[in-house]
């Protein structure tokens, strides 16, 4: 709003600002093109076929694995196992998704990937907003030292830390349990979710937060009533972040679970792989499910996307 | 009578007679985050490195003291194929995904028709969860129904079907070819939102002076993105070095533990040998390699911020 006045000064830095924070189109938006009229590259035509030759090439390479596994799965059972392979399926088959739906096992570790990555969404957020807002409005020594320290934490072999994780949560009863799921899961979340969120209060105005100080707000309660609601954007991507990270999980949930709590990943592996003839697509259609949900929290972060991965890398 | 209540009421907590100072109160707000980094990560990792120097079994009570026996049986034994088998690994998982990444990112940039469509299907192999990029390629490696097989028969590239995942000499190629499928996306992202911070003044004022396109992507493209290449350089390296899930699923660090890195070697010791010192002391040597890494990026990214 007040932004309109620095404009010229906030302009060199705009580009880059805009990059970081909401994705890639709009810093190639804001070039006005016909005050350009003869440099740009992409008019030359060795130019163009070299972009074509890369897109088509490495096009090929990132999308036609993705068809491979969408044809797999409505492949019919009896005609899978061909060689050489159908490239189109003779007749579009449904039964990989009927028999996925009608599994109870399948059932039971969907539920539990739910359950484990709402839970740990939740918490993620309310801790890495704590923890972020203390390192945006606040300053005292040992601020930076602890900012690096969540960060490099994430620099941590998870295998390694496995080794005695396993032990810990055996000696308070935790294994095969969600609570050491969502305990594991969230720490986990903290480098990202907290790099988010205090790239997201350093957006808010000092004066604002001053002015609800000297009208007599608690600190608590500037954090609860004027912070949060500000930012709750950044509460949603850091939110559904922690959901995917949740989601995606195998090494945690393979190792801390019993197949009663594990969650899909480990689940799907126990279930279809090592068998002596794999249900090949009943797993490629199981595999499209559980990307299904990824694919919908990113839709609706995109925004949040290169920020959120950069911010968490650069910013110190 | 409605605006005098909140606010006398909000005055008497400001006015407590014992307010805690802003750092004490930062530190309250750090202290749940704290507590679970000390619980799930330290607390873990410190045991971890401390059972190196121990004979102690994943499933038996009690520990014996055995000095630095287990780290010379690991150097002595596994490491330099594991150091070796992890440096293939982690380089071609790093490169081949920042050359796709890059050539993607330069072509994207160029304001292809339908650039905006293209980037966002390019992104599906990053966003599916890593088993899930494990069962696709597990599929397509196939050694009796793959399509891997049939393209390259096809293309008269081998004579005969093979079992790329179940050949040590195959195996590691195939794991790097997944691999890279899932980490192109992200390269290609960052690439290109540091391609698009690239003033276009430079690349006009140089086509103007005579410079050719090659010419002006080594002398204006790579330096002006010299930042961000060292930086998607360094931290795939770092992530890479630790990968676990996509080479577990695939071959579980075989056939004839010719894809087991330090990540797979680690687990497996621990897990399935139920050897932790021997774990242990795997993970010792891998997590100081690993920390020369990390301060490696550390020195980059504050070097980053000083310009």
Redesign the interface.
């Known amino acids: 709003m007040t932004l309109e006045t620095d404009l010229p000064t906030a302009a060199p830095i705009a580009p880059v600002a805009d990059t970081a924070g909401t994705g890639v189109q709009d810093a190639s938006r804001r070039t006005r093109r016909p005050s350009k009229p003869n440099a740009l590259r992409s008019e030359r035509p060795g130019v163009r076929f070299a972009a074509w030759a890369a897109v088509i090439v490495c096009g090929g390479f990132a999308l036609l694995p993705v068809y491979w596994l969408l044809a797999t799965s409505l492949t019919p059972r009896t005609e899978v196992f061909a060689y050489p392979p159908q490239f189109f399926p003779s007749t579009v088959s449904w039964e990989a998704y009927e028999s996925l739906f009608t599994n109870p096992t399948l059932f039971n570790y969907l539920r539990n990937s739910i359950i484990v990555s709402v839970i740990t969404a939740v918490l993620s957020v309310l801790v890495s907003a704590y923890m972020g807002y203390a390192f945006s409005k606040f300053r005292y020594t040992g601020r930076r030292a602890l900012m690096y320290f969540v960060l490099s934490s994430q620099m941590f072999p998870q295998a390694l830390l496995l080794v005695t994780l396993y032990s810990v949560f055996a000696a308070y009863g935790l294994l095969n349990t969600y609570t050491a799921l969502v305990l594991s899961f969230t720490t986990f979340t903290l480098p990202l979710c907290v790099w988010m969120l205090k790239g997201f209060f350093d957006t808010i105005p000092d004066e604002l937060i001053e002015a609800a100080r000297v009208d007599g707000a608690s600190r608590l309660r500037i954090i609860h009533s004027i912070v949060l609601p500000l930012s709750a954007p950044g509460l949603v991507a850091a939110g559904l972040f922690a959901f995917v990270r949740g989601w995606n999980d195998f090494i945690f949930a393979l190792t801390l679970a019993g197949p009663d709590k594990q969650t899909l990943p480990p689940g799907l592996v126990n279930t279809y792989i090592g068998e002596a003839s794999t249900a090949w697509p009943e797993l490629m259609a199981a595999s499209l499910v559980v990307s299904l949900p990824v694919a919908i929290a990113f839709i609706s972060l995109q925004r949040f996307l290169v920020g959120g991965l950069t911010a968490g890398a650069v910013k110190g | 009578m409605t605006t005098t209540a909140p606010?006398s009421q909000?005055?008497t907590?400001?006015n407590k007679p014992k307010r805690l100072s802003?750092?004490v109160?930062?530190?309250l707000?750090?202290l749940?985050?704290?507590a679970?980094?000390l619980?799930?990560?330290?607390?873990?990792?410190i045991?971890?490195l401390v059972?190196a120097f121990f004979k102690q079994s994943?499933v038996l009570p009690g520990r014996e003291f055995v000095g630095f026996q287990n780290i010379i049986d690991v150097l002595t034994g596994e490491f330099s194929r594991l150091l070796w088998q992890t440096l293939v690994f982690t380089i071609g998982t790093t490169l081949f995904p920042f050359v796709?990444g890059f050539?993607?990112a330069?072509?994207?940039n160029?304001?292809?028709r339908g650039a905006?469509v293209?980037?966002g299907?390019?992104?599906?192999?990053w966003?599916?969860?890593?088993?899930?990029v494990s069962?696709?390629?597990?599929?397509?490696f196939?050694a009796?129904?793959?399509?891997m097989?049939?393209l390259l028969?096809?293309i008269g590239l081998i004579d005969q079907?093979q079992a790329w995942l179940a050949q040590p000499a195959t195996a590691m190629g195939a794991v790097i070819l997944a691999k890279t499928?899932q980490s192109?996306?992200?390269m290609m992202?960052?690439l290109?939102?540091g391609l698009?911070?690239v003033p276009?003044e430079l690349?006009?004022a140089a086509?103007?002076d005579g410079a050719g396109?090659i010419r002006r992507f080594f002398s204006i493209t790579v330096p002006q993105l010299k930042g961000i290449i060292g930086?998607v350089l360094l931290?795939e390296f770092?992530w890479n070095f630790?990968h676990?899930?996509i080479i577990?699923?695939l071959t579980g660090g075989g056939p004839a533990g010719s894809t087991q890195t330090?990540?797979?070697a680690?687990?497996e010791t621990?897990?399935h040998g139920f050897d932790?010192g021997h774990?242990?002391a795997i993970?010792l040597l891998?997590?100081v390699l690993?920390m020369a890494l990390?301060v490696v990026?550390?020195r980059f990214?504050?070097k980053?911020?000083e310009r």
Do not use: C
């Not at chain 2, 619980?39 to 990792?45: E, I, R, S, T, W």
């Not at chain 2, 966003?127 to 899930?132: E, I």
């Not at chain 2, 069962?135 to 397509?140: S, T, Y």
């Open positions: 606010s909000l005055s907590t400001s802003d750092g109160f930062a530190f707000l750090v749940p985050g704290l679970l980094l619980a799930v990560v330290v607390y873990p990792l045991t971890a059972t994943l796709i050539a993607l330069l072509a994207l160029t304001r292809i905006k293209l980037r299907l390019m992104l599906i192999p966003l599916v969860p890593g088993v899930v069962f696709l390629w597990m599929w397509i196939n009796n129904y793959g399509v097989n049939a028969e096809g079907p499928w192109f996306p992200w992202v960052m290109l939102a698009q911070t276009r690349h006009e086509e103007i396109t930086l931290l770092i630790q676990f899930d577990y699923v330090f990540a797979t680690v687990y621990a897990f932790l774990a242990g993970g891998w997590m690993l990390v990026y550390v990214s504050e980053g911020e």
